[in-house]
C-alpha cells in the first residue's frame, strides 16, 4: 500500500464528496507518519491502522484538536514547532471550498494568538542566538551605520531645511537655518519623543513664509498619524492637534492660516490596526482651532474606495485635489480656486483612464506628467478655460526612458527619467525644447530637484550599490553640480564592481539585473548569493546604497536585483504585464534570475537566498512554493501571503487593482493557484526560511506572515529551520528605529550564515 494511495483514499473515504481542495491537506499530514509504518505491516494489521486513523482524524476535524504536533517531533524533524491548533474553518470560492484552519491567528490580541508569537519568537531567537557570527556582525553592522547622514536641503520662505542623523540615532533629526553658512539649529528631534526611537517623524510641511511647521507622528511604525503644529522661530509647538490621518500629507495656504489634510473617520480603538479604510475626506485645519472646526472640503460618501490628495499650487491661487482608487495609478484631478470666495470644485479630468501629476500652473494653464496614451510618460498642458481634450497640448513627448518626475526649476522643466533602471535628468524649456543632460558620476539613482519655478539652483542625491548618498548643489544656469554633504563609511568602493547583465524570462521577455561583488569573484558555482526582488504597483528598484547590503558582500557574497515585470522601470506597460491574472510573470522573471545565476556559475541553489518585503514577501513566498529545490534560503519579510484574504484589512482593499480581487471567478483562479499560504504542500522539503513581521504592523496585517509560518512548519518535511521572527513595537518598516534595524539585519545575515553554510572570515 503506497503512501500515496493510503493518503488519498483515507482523505476521500473521510470527507465523502466534499472537494479535494477543502480537505485539510495538514490533518493528511499529521497522520502520513502512521502510514509510513503500515508499509511493513500485514494486510490485516493495516486495515486495523486505517481505522485508528479514520477515528484520529475525525477527532482532529470535529474536535478541533491535532496530530501536528506528532508530526514535528518525528525523527527527521530537528526542531520542534510551536503547535498551532487547527480550527474547522473552511470557505467557499466560487464552488471551491478552500480550508483556513490558522484563521485564528488573523486576532493579534488574543491570548491564543499572543501565546503563539512569545513561543515562535522564544524558538527563532533561541536559534539565532546560538549562531557564532552574529555578534561579529551586529558589531560590523554597527560600526558601519555610524556615519553622517544628510538628507537633500529645501528652501521655504527665507529659510533653509533639512534632515542629518549622527550616525547611530535612531531617527534622524530636523534642522533648520536662514543661510547654508549658518550654524543649523534642532527644528525636531524624534529622539526625544519615545526612548526606544518608536516614535517616529511621518510627515511635514512647512509654510509659505517658513514660520510655521506641520508635522505628522507615527508610533511603533503604523500607517496612523497624529499632525501638530510647530512655531519654527522659537520651536515650541502651538496647541494644534489633528488626528486620524492616513496616507496624507499637508499643504498650507499661502495665507499661513491653515492647512489642508485628508483623514478617515475614528475607528475603534481596539481594532484599528485591523479595521477596513474606507471613506476618506478632505479636510482644512485652521491654527489655532480644535479638529472638530475643521472644514470639510470633499467627500463621497457614494464612493467608500475615493481618496483624495489636496495640494496647494505655488502661486497660491488653486488647491489641486488628486483623486485615487487604492493603489490603481489612474486619478482623477479636480480643483478649487483659492482666490474666490466659496468657489465650486471642478472636475478637471473625471474619468479613471490614466495617470495625472500636476507639476505646476501659469494662470489657467495647467501642466501635467501623464502616461495617457504614452506608457512611459509624457508632459501635457490643459487649459483650465478650454478644458476639452480637443484642446489639450503635448509639451514634451514620450522618450525612448521612463519618466518618473518633473519639476520646474529656473522656468524650465526638470525632468527624472530611468534608463534601464538607472537616473537620467533632462532640462527642457517651457515649449518642451531640450537644453540639457545633467550629468552624474556613474550609474546610480538620483533623487531631488525640487524649488519653486524661479530659483538658479536645487539640491539633489546621488547614490549607488557601493556609493553612499551623496548631496549635491546644482547651479542651473551654469550646469554646475558641487559635493555638499559627502558621507565617509569605512569601506573602501573601489574593492567592490557594479554590473547590469540581461537574460530572459520563461516567456523570452528580456530582463535586466544589476549584481554586485567584490572584485577578483571566482565563477565556480560556489558564491553565497542575495537575490532580492519587489515586481510590483509600478515601483521601481534603482541602485541604492545600504549598509546592510555591505555587510553581506564584505562576507564574499553576491548581491543580485533584476527589474521584474510588475515594476516601473519601463513604463505602465511593464507594469501591467506582472498584475492580476499576468502576476505569474513576475514570479517567473525572479525564478529565471535564480537560473541565469546558477547557469553562469555565480552560486548554486544550495547557497542561493531569496529575499523581499511586502509585494517583495509575496514574490519570495510564491516561488519557495514553486520552486523549493532552487532556493538554500527564504526571507519573505512583512508579505502579503494569504492572497484569498489580503482585502479584508486596512488598506487591502486597495491592492485589487494590482492582484484582483478572490470574489471575481477568473481573478480567484489565478490568485489561488500562486497564493503562497494555499500552495504549501505536505511533507515538502522547503528551503530554510526566516518569515519576519511585525505586530503593529497595519499595511500587511502580521496575520499573513502568521498563518504563513504556522502552515510551513506544518507542511515542512526537511532538517532546516523554518521560522518566523516578530518584532514588537513595529510597523510595516517606515520610521522603524536604527537599533531595531541593526538587529533584524544581524538577525537575517547570521541565519543565512548558519544555513548557507557561509565560512567565517
Known amino acids: 500500500m503506497s503512501q500515496r494511495w493510503a493518503t488519498g483514499s483515507l482523505s476521500v473515504a473521510f470527507f465523502g464528496n466534499q472537494r479535494k481542495e477543502s480537505v485539510d491537506w495538514r490533518i493528511t499530514e499529521s497522520v502520513a507518519v502512521f502510514l509510513e509504518i503500515a508499509r511493513d505491516l500485514s494486510v490485516k494489521n493495516r486495515v486495523l491502522l486505517a481505522g485508528a486513523i479514520a477515528l484520529l482524524m475525525w477527532i482532529c476535524h470535529y474536535g478541533q484538536s491535532c496530530l501536528t504536533s506528532i508530526a514535528m517531533t518525528a525523527p527527521t524533524q530537528p526542531f520542534v514547532y510551536p503547535h498551532a491548533q487547527l480550527a474547522n474553518q473552511v470557505d467557499d470560492y466560487h464552488g471551491t471550498r478552500v480550508a483556513d484552519p490558522y484563521r485564528w491567528l488573523e486576532d493579534p490580541d488574543s491570548a491564543e494568538t499572543r501565546a503563539w508569537i512569545e513561543a515562535e519568537n522564544k524558538l527563532t531567537f533561541g536559534f539565532l542566538e546560538k549562531i557564532p557570527a552574529r555578534d561579529r556582525l551586529k558589531q560590523r553592522l554597527t560600526t558601519l551605520w555610524n556615519y553622517e547622514k544628510y538628507g537633500i536641503p529645501f528652501k521655504q520662505g527665507e529659510r533653509y531645511f533639512y534632515f542629518k542623523n549622527d550616525g547611530l540615532q535612531n531617527q534622524s533629526v530636523l534642522y533648520t537655518l536662514k543661510s547654508l553658512d549658518d550654524e543649523p539649529t534642532v527644528l525636531l528631534d524624534p529622539n526625544t519623543l519615545s526612548e526606544d526611537g518608536t516614535v517616529a517623524l511621518s510627515g511635514l510641511a512647512v509654510s509659505e513664509d517658513g ?127 483659492l482666490s474666490v470666495a466659496n468657489a465650486p470644485i471642478v472636475e478637471l479630468i473625471n474619468t479613471f483612464e490614466a495617470s495625472y501629476s500636476f507639476i505646476d500652473n501659469e494662470g489657467d494653464r495647467f501642466w501635467f506628467s501623464t502616461d495617457l496614451e504614452a506608457p512611459r510618460s509624457r508632459v501635457i498642458a490643459i487649459d483650465a478655460t478650454k478644458p476639452d481634450r480637443a484642446h489639450w497640448h503635448e509639451v514634451i513627448p514620450q522618450a525612448t526612458e521612463t519618466l518618473e518626475g518633473v519639476s520646474l526649476l529656473n522656468n524650465q522643466f526638470v525632468a527624472s527619467y530611468l534608463k534601464d533602471a538607472h537616473s537620467q535628468v533632462k532640462l527642457f524649456t517651457l515649449d ?69 547583465i540581461f537574460y530572459h524570462s520563461k516567456d523570452g521577455t528580456q530582463i535586466p539585473m544589476f549584481i554586485v561583488h567584490k572584485k577578483g569573484l571566482v565563477l565556480d558555482g560556489s558564491n553565497p548569493t542575495y537575490l532580492y526582488g519587489y515586481g510590483g504597483f509600478g515601483v521601481s528598484l534603482t541602485p541604492s546604497f545600504s549598509v546592510s547590503n555591505l555587510v553581506w558582500l564584505e562576507q564574499g557574497g553576491v548581491y543580485a536585483e533584476p527589474s521584474l515585470r510588475g515594476g516601473g522601470e519601463y513604463g505602465e506597460d511593464w507594469h ?21 545565476l546558477i547557469e553562469n556559475k555565480y552560486t548554486s541553489p544550495k547557497k542561493l537566498a531569496i529575499a523581499g518585503g ?38 487591502g482593499w486597495a491592492w485589487t487593482s494590482e492582484y484582483g480581487t478572490p470574489e471575481n471567478t477568473d481573478e480567484f483562479k489565478a490568485l489561488y493557484a500562486y497564493s503562497p499560504l494555499h500552495n504549501l504542500k505536505p511533507r515538502t522539503a ?76
Open 576 to 596: 501591467q504585464a506582472g498584475t492580476k491574472l499576468k502576476k505569474q510573470n513576475v514570479f517567473d522573471d525572479f525564478i529565471a534570475a535564480a537560473e541565469w
Open 686 to 761: 522547503y528551503p530554510a526560511t526566516l518569515i519576519t513581521t511585525a505586530d503593529h504592523d497595519d499595511r500587511v496585517v502580521p496575520a499573513h506572515s502568521f498563518k504563513f509560518a504556522a502552515a510551513l512548519q506544518a507542511a515542512h518535511k526537511g532538517e532546516t529551520p523554518v521560522m518566523i521572527r516578530i518584532e514588537t513595537k513595529a510597523g510595516h518598516g517606515a520610521g522603524k528605529p536604527t537599533a531595531k534595524r541593526i538587529e533584524e539585519s544581524a538577525d537575517v545575515w547570521a541565519f543565512l550564515v548558519k544555513v548557507l553554510a557561509i565560512a567565517e572570515s
Open 211 to 337: 514660520h510655521h511647521l506641520a508635522y505628522g507622528l507615527s508610533i511603533s511604525g503604523s500607517d496612523w498619524q497624529e499632525w501638530m503644529v510647530r512655531d519654527v522661530e522659537s520651536g515650541k509647538d502651538l496647541g494644534d492637534r489633528v488626528q486620524w490621518v492616513k496616507f496624507s500629507g499637508a499643504s498650507w495656504t499661502h495665507d499661513g492660516k491653515g492647512f489642508f489634510y485628508s483623514r478617515y473617520d475614528e475607528p475603534q480603538e481596539k481594532t484599528k490596526l485591523e479595521q477596513v479604510n474606507y471613506y476618506q475626506k478632505l479636510y482644512y485645519h485652521r491654527l489655532g482651532t480644535p479638529q472638530s472646526e475643521d472644514s470639510m472640503i470633499y467627500e463621497r460618501p457614494d464612493q467608500k474606495d475615493w481618496g483624495f490628495s489636496g495640494d496647494v499650487s505655488e502661486d497660491g491661487r488653486f488647491l489641486i485635489i488628486s483623486v485615487w482608487l487604492g493603489t490603481d495609478p489612474r486619478n482623477l484631478v479636480f480643483y478649487k480656486d
Open 432 to 500: 518642451g525644447t531640450f537644453v540639457r543632460e545633467v550629468t552624474f558620476p556613474g550609474l546610480g539613482s538620483v533623487g531631488g530637484f525640487g524649488g519653486k519655478r524661479h530659483d538658479t539652483e536645487t539640491f539633489y542625491s546621488f547614490t549607488g550599490f557601493t556609493t553612499p548618498a551623496t548631496i549635491y548643489r546644482y547651479n542651473l544656469v551654469t550646469n554646475e553640480s558641487r559635493v555638499f554633504r559627502e558621507p565617509n563609511v569605512d569601506f573602501n568602493p573601489t574593492d567592490y564592481e557594479t554590473k547590469q
Open 614 to 651: 511586502s509585494n517583495g514577501g509575496l514574490l519570495v513566498g510564491a516561488c519557495m512554493t514553486q520552486r523549493p529545490d532552487l532556493f538554500g534560503a527564504a526571507l519573505p519579510a512583512v508579505g502579503v501571503l494569504d492572497m484569498l484574504r489580503f482585502h479584508k484589512f486596512t488598506i
